[in-house]
C-alpha cells in the first residue's frame, strides 16, 4: 500500500486549513477551492471517494467531536425545529429536488430522480459547525443548525435506500420504506441509550488516562458499527452516545479531559480538512464519468438542480418556523418568538458536503450508467455550489441583518456570579476539611488554599477592568504574560540542570510536565 497520497492529502489540507485561519474566508471554502485547483496538477494522485472508509470510517468521528460539543440542553430545548429540519425537510427536500429533476433532465426516470433528491436533501454536519463557528451566529440558530445536521443523514440515507431500490427494480415502497426508517431510528436511538451508560461507567472507572483516551477514540465506531450491524441507524447511535457522554465529561478525571481535548481537537482539524479538500479533488472522477450527460446541457442540468435545492429549503423553513406558532398556543407560551431574520439564515445555511458526495459514490452498478454519472455530477455540482455560495455570503448577510452581538459584560457578570456561589461552597468545604484533625496543614499551605480560591473568585471580576494605558493589555493578558514568563524562567533553569547532568531526562519531563500544567492552569485561570 502507497501511504505517500494519504501523507500528502493529509498534510496539504492542514496546511491550507492552517492558511485560512490568517483569512476572512471559510477553511471549508479555501479547502474546496484548493482541492479543485490541484485536481488538476500533474502528478496528483487520483483520490476516489469510497463510501466503505467515508461513512463507517470518518463520519463517526466527525458526528462525535460535533455532537460532544453540542449541548443536551439547549438541543432538547430546541426539539421540535430541529425534527422538523432533520426529518420533515430532508424528506420535503428528497421529493421535490427529484420531481424537479425530473422534469427538467428528459429521460431521466422519477426513481433516479428520487435517489438524486435523497442524495443532495441532508445539509452536512461538517461544513454547518465549520461555517457556524467561524461567522459567530446566535446560539438558538447554530443549535437548531447543528441538530439538523447531526440528526438528518439518518433520515436521508433512508430516504435514498428506498429510492435506490425502487430505481434498479427491486420492489421497494414507499410504506416499506417508513417502516424501514422507523426502525432505523428506533433501533439507532435504542442502541446509543444502551450503550452510552457502559460507555460512560468505563470512562469514569478507567485509571489510566491513556486507557481512557483509547477507549474515547473506539467510541464513536462502537456505536456505529453495533447499530449497523443490527440493522439500525449508526449515525443515531453515535449522536445519543455523544450527547450523553459530552452531558457528562464533568464526571471524569481532569487528566482525561485535558488530554481528551487536545486529542480530538487534533482528530477534528486533520479529518474536517482532508473531507473539504477530498471535495474538491473529485472533480476529475466526476467529469470523467459524466458520458451522455455533458456540455452546456450538463451546465443548465446543474445550475437548475443547484437553485431548486436553495428555493425549496427557503419554502420548507419559513412556514416551518411561524405556522406552529401560529396554531399552538402552547408553542407561543413555551418557545421564544422566531424572527424573519433568523429563518433567513437557517434557510441560506444549508451547506451540503461530503456525506452527499458518498453516498452517492455508494450508487451501485446496477443502477444505469447514465443516470448514475449524472446523479454522481449534480451532487458534486450542488455540493461546490452550496459551499461556495452560501459559503461566501453567508457572513455578509449576517453581518447585513444585523442579528445582536454577545453581551460579553452580562456573561461575564454571568460568569462571576456562578464563580462566587462556587468558592463559597468551596470555601465552606475547606473549613469543615480543615475542621478534622486528619487533614491538619501548616498554617502557609492553608493560607495558599485560600489564596488560590481568592483568585479564582476575583480573576472574572478583573476582566471587566480597564486596560493597562501603557501597554494596552487587560488585566487577563498581563497575568497570562508575566506567568508565562515566570515559568519559562524556571523551564530554562530545568534544562540547564539537565544538561550539565544534575538532572536525568526522566526528571527534566516530570517537571516540565507540573510546569505546563500550571500554565494551563493560569491561562484558564485568567480567563
Known sequence: MDVMPLLLLVAGSAAVAAAARRTPAPAPLLLVAAGLAVSYVPGVPSYTLDPHIVLPLLLPPLLYTSAGDSSYLDLRAQVRPVALLSVGYVL???IVVGWAAHLIVPGLSLPAALVLGAVVAPPD?????????????????TTVLQGESLLNDATAITAYKVALGAAVGAGATWAGGIGEFVLAAVGGVGIGLVLMAPLHWLRTHLTEPLLQNTLSLLIPFVAYGVAEQAHASGVLAVVVVALYLGHRAWEVDFATRLQEEAVWKMVAFVLESAV?????????IVLKRLGEYEGASAVWYAAAVFLVVVVARFVWVYPATFLPRMLSA?????EANPTWRGAMVTSWAGMRGVVSLAIAFAIPPTMADGPRNLVLFLTFTTVIGTLVVQGV????????LRFPGRDR????????????????AAESRLDELLSDERNTLPPPLADRLRAVLERRRNAVWERLGQVNPVTGESVDDTYRRLSR???????????RLRDHRHIDDEMLRALLRRLDLEEAAAYREAG
Open 409 to 424: 459584560q452580562a456573561e461575564t457578570l454571568a460568569e462571576a456570579n456562578a464563580q462566587a456561589q462556587a468558592s463559597r
Open 485 to 495: 514568563e515566570m515559568i519559562g524562567a524556571e523551564r530554562e533553569v530545568f534544562v
Open 92 to 94: 420535503f427536500a428528497t
Open 276 to 284: 473539504f479538500a477530498l471535495i474538491g479533488l473529485q472533480l476529475p
Open 393 to 400: 455570503t453567508l457572513p455578509p448577510l449576517i453581518r447585513l
Open 330 to 334: 402552547r408553542i407561543r407560551a413555551r
Open 125 to 141: 454536519a461538517v461544513a454547518a459547525t465549520a461555517v457556524a463557528r467561524r461567522v459567530g451566529l446566535p446560539s438558538r440558530i
